[in-house]
């Protein structure tokens, strides 16, 4: 169903789909450990049936309407202090893509919800192991919603229901995998400072004061930046506390 026609030099060479598979991320995972999968290898389905989101949510897809596949990387030129970096080189390569479609008002809500028009296009899942301080695997995960116009969730947008057109499942895929290895080699190349500071220039909410949710408790706070480690930097009233993924939710 998918051919790779990608101008890359390695994402995509090797690609699997299955028809049906529980999840891209955990079938790239269950491979990964019994064969040799090079590096850039794409795991890709038409149904997925148990997708695996952030924070252990679910991620609902329908069939054959979405692109759900997973990336396998072998990043063992980034140290462990800066894996935060594979999911800014991720959040970018998808604002790229969907800025090439024409998109409107995409941002990166922290720290790798794509919205657009204020609305979740697509989610991102990155799951590394770590062997003696080194990343030896990663698996991108990427839930890219691109022709479903129907959700259960009034927050959850689609290409198709932003461009009021329907897109090529496969030129989509093929167009987001050169973005992302554009972004992949910019970031082993060591361009760590300019993807940094990308990021921050593409972040929803960045530099205004806003509401965010923490430990029960609303306050009004800015978002300063990210720390190496991806914890998010938030002002509330001159003083700025760094929190992660669990700790803090923004209000939008
Ligand atoms: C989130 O926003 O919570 C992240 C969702 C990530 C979904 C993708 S779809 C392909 C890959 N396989 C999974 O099981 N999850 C990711």
């Known amino acids: 169903m998918y051919k790779i026609f990608a101008n890359t030099l390695f994402t995509g060479r090797q690609l699997v789909f299955v028809p049906e598979c529980h999840s891209t991320n955990s079938l790239a995972s269950e491979l990964a450990s019994k064969s040799v999968l090079s590096e850039g290898s794409v795991i ?3 149904n ?23 990336i396998l990387l072998k990043p063992t030129f980034l140290s462990l202090k800066s894996q935060f970096y594979l999911t ?3 959040s970018l390569a998808v604002a790229d893509f969907l800025k090439e479609q024409s998109i409107e008002e995409v941002k990166i809500k922290w720290p790798n919800d794509i919205l657009a028009s204020k609305k979740k296009i697509c989610g991102i899942l990155i799951e590394n192991s770590v062997q003696q301080e080194t990343i030896h695997q990663s698996i ?10 129907n959700f259960s969730s009034p927050s959850a947008t689609s290409l198709a229901i932003v461009a009021k057109k329907t897109f090529d499942l496969n030129d989509a895929l093929n167009s987001l995998l050169e973005k992302f290895e554009k972004r992949y080699l910019q970031l082993r190349g060591g361009k760590l400072a300019e993807l940094k500071s990308e990021y921050l220039e593409n972040l929803f909410g960045f530099g205004k ?23 998010l930097k938030v002002s ?17």
């Open 44 to 46: 890709i389905t038409s």
């Open 48 to 70: 997925q049936t148990a997708g695996r989101g952030q924070r252990g949510n679910t991620w609902e897809t329908a069939a054959g309407m979405n692109l759900t596949f997973s």
């Open 88 to 90: 800014i080189i991720t």
């Open 140 to 149: 991108v995960g990427i839930g890219l919603n691109i022709n479903q116009d």
């Open 209 to 231: 004061s806003q509401s965010f949710i923490s430990n029960g408790k609303e306050f009004e706070g800015t978002i300063e930046g990210v720390d190496e480690t991806g914890e």
């Open 236 to 252: 509330d009233n001159g003083i700025v506390s760094s929190f992660k993924l669990k700790e803090i939710a923004l209000k939008y």
